[in-house]
């Protein structure tokens, strides 16, 4: 059954997933939440903390629960006129159907409808293969469960933004963050929206290094959690 649109406090585009009663992004704006939490809290974070060269980065990021592409393509946006170069790699169990696709609002609301065709394709290109959305953004679709993840200190960043502990509580405890774990490199960062106290102490028990940060609004905290 296909996710129902519905528009949150800024403006943007979520979905609502009617099987998990789970909604993609906050009701309280989904563009505001993305921009908080993966992009400044996570990616911008993790660029910022690197020694400034002169030399182009690179930074390679896994989303956990790529769902609409709000997070990929706003890292694309964000990251277009940096001299990063991103490999980015979204995993998804539930994958957004084009009709659907076609009525979100991102670009719109970036102010980039000259970028509609990259947030079309992102939806549109072939699953298990990579992809070169621009001389310096790699992407790659995933379809298959989270817990069958078996790479080792591959990713710089992860954004965990998978549905809530209340939808799906597998996916807030040890042997998913061990995964993760496994997945960053050393001083990789995960970042999620999702600040449970027993979400943090699993992370903490795999040897994460976690803290608490403000949230976006109407949600007190987020966690940060860093392979130390």
Known sequence: ???????????????????????????????????F?????????????????????????????????????????????????????????????????EKLNYPELFSKTDKQTVFKTMHEVSWETKHHLSSQFTFEKRNHDIFNLKISNQFDVIYYDAFGPGAQPELWTAPIFEIMFEALKKNGVLITYCAQGAARRAMISVGFKVERLPGPPNKRHILRAVKV
């Open 37 to 101: 939490v993966y992009i400044n809290a996570g990616l911008f974070s993790v660029l910022s903390s690197e020694t400034e060269q002169d030399v182009e980065q690179s930074c390679s990021i896994l989303e956990v629960g790529f769902g609409s592409g709000l997070n990929a393509f706003n890292t694309f946006l964000k990251t277009e006129a940096l001299p990063v170069n991103i490999n980015y790699v979204g995993i998804e169990t539930f994958p957004v159907g084009l009709d659907i696709v």
């Open 1 to 35: 059954m296909e996710p129902q649109i519905e528009l949150t406090k800024d403006g943007s585009s979520t979905l609502l997933h009617t099987k998990y009663n789970a909604l993609y992004h906050s009701t309280y704006g989904a563009i505001e939440e993305s921009n």
